[in-house]
């Protein structure tokens, strides 16, 4: 009876060594992942970050040129009056 025990015992531990073995490489594989994970997800910061740069600067341009062209708009309409 007491081998029965021991024995059931011994399969049990063999068990609980087998499932730590494979918990144990799954959270490597998990932590791998998640690893990828943040430095695709820092990638597409860093390139967002970018993209609204250059979106930036070219909205600043195209503001500069309707300014401009509204200025040149007015001085146009102010010497057309001033003609008369």
Known sequence: MELEYLTILEK???EMLEMIKTLREENH?????????EKSTQALRQER?????RVEKVLTKL??????????????EVEQATSY
Not at 29 to 37: A, D, K, M, N, W
Not at 49 to 53: H, I, K, L, P
């Open 63 to 76: 503001n500069h040129l309707v300014d401009d062209e509204n200025h040149s708009i007015l001085e146009t």
């Open 49 to 53: 970050s970018e993209v609204r740069g």
């Open 29 to 37: 594989r998990l932590e791998c992942q998640l690893t990828e994970r």
């Open 12 to 14: 049990r531990v063999k």
